[in-house]
């Protein structure tokens, strides 16, 4: 059974490469983490999952630090899962979809949240498969348990000053900013996306013995 929970672990990642290659198609905002990402590769002329990579790589590394002896297997195998998405997204971004454009603010809109949409079920299928977990949420609950926070509050000032940085990056370098409207809408309908996928998933999981939870 572990084997088909590493499965669905590597469809989702798939996935998820979808689903942030037509968010940032859509280029009305993204959320932070693929802005900063969007950003920095804008600057230093990297792809986009090598960068994702980089980034990951740091927060790997926060995990190691913060988290000393109780850094274990699983935290490791999160190099595997942001390689593995890195060059997904470099895949499909530039390879299948590099003349993929969208020019009207409708269609734009479609993709964004069709995007996010995907991201969400992407994410609800780790979650609950519990193999491993994406390195920014791995950093965000090294930090709250570090500092003694909430989690998910933890993981909304992280936000925050992603958001920041990237805005910050965008006027120092005049790059495309990244930090848009989009930005807003994913975050009000990811959470609410993700609940609704874990709630239909879950039980089916259960069934197959695919979930712990």
Same mark, same amino acid.
């Given at each position: 059974? %572990?084997? %088909? !929970?590493?499965?669905?672990?590597?469809?989702?990642? #798939?996935?998820?490469?979808?689903?942030?290659?037509?968010?940032?198609?859509?280029?009305?905002?993204?959320?932070?983490?693929?802005?900063?990402?969007?950003?920095?590769?804008?600057?230093? !002329?990297?792809?986009?999952?090598?960068? @994702?990579?980089?980034?990951?790589? =740091?927060?790997?590394?926060?995990?190691?630090?913060?988290?000393? %002896?109780? #850094?274990?297997?699983? +935290?490791? *195998?999160?190099?595997?899962?942001?390689?593995?998405?890195?060059?997904?997204?470099?895949?499909?971004?530039?390879?299948?979809?590099?003349?993929?454009?969208?020019?009207?603010?409708?269609?734009?809109?479609? #993709?964004? =949240?069709?995007?996010?949409?995907?991201?969400?079920?992407?994410?609800?299928?780790?979650?609950?498969?519990?193999?491993?977990? #994406?390195?920014?949420? @791995?950093?965000?609950?090294?930090?709250?348990?570090?500092?003694?926070?909430?989690?998910?509050?933890?993981?909304?000032?992280?936000?925050?000053?992603?958001?920041?940085?990237?805005?910050?990056?965008?006027?120092?370098?005049?790059?495309?900013?990244?930090? !848009?409207?989009?930005?807003?809408? @994913? *975050?009000?309908?990811?959470?609410?996306?993700?609940?609704?996928?874990? %709630?239909?998933?879950?039980?089916?999981? !259960?069934? +197959?013995?695919?979930?712990?939870?």
């Amino acid at each position: 059974m %572990k084997f %088909k !929970r590493v499965l669905l672990c590597l469809v989702s990642i #798939f996935l998820f490469s979808f689903g942030v290659s037509f968010t940032l198609k859509a280029a009305i905002g993204v959320g932070s983490w693929d802005a900063i990402t969007q950003t920095v590769s804008d600057i230093s !002329r990297y792809q986009i999952g090598t960068v @994702g990579i980089a980034l990951n790589a =740091i927060c790997i590394l926060i995990q190691f630090v913060l988290l000393g %002896k109780d #850094f274990k297997f699983k +935290h490791a *195998m999160q190099v595997v899962l942001i390689v593995s998405l890195g060059y997904a997204i470099n895949f499909v971004y530039y390879d299948l979809l590099p003349d993929f454009t969208i020019t009207s603010y409708p269609a734009k809109l479609f #993709f964004l =949240i069709l995007g996010t949409a995907i991201n969400a079920l992407a994410v609800s299928i780790v979650m609950l498969v519990d193999v491993v977990t #994406f390195a920014l949420e @791995g950093a965000s609950l090294a930090i709250a348990k570090s500092l003694k926070m909430d989690f998910p509050l933890t993981r909304q000032i992280i936000d925050a000053v992603i958001i920041v940085i990237t805005v910050i990056l965008s006027l120092l370098f005049s790059t495309p900013l990244t930090v !848009r409207e989009g930005t807003v809408i @994913g *975050m009000l309908i990811f959470s609410p996306l993700m609940g609704f996928f874990m %709630k239909i998933l879950k039980p089916i999981f !259960r069934k +197959h013995d695919l979930t712990d939870q």
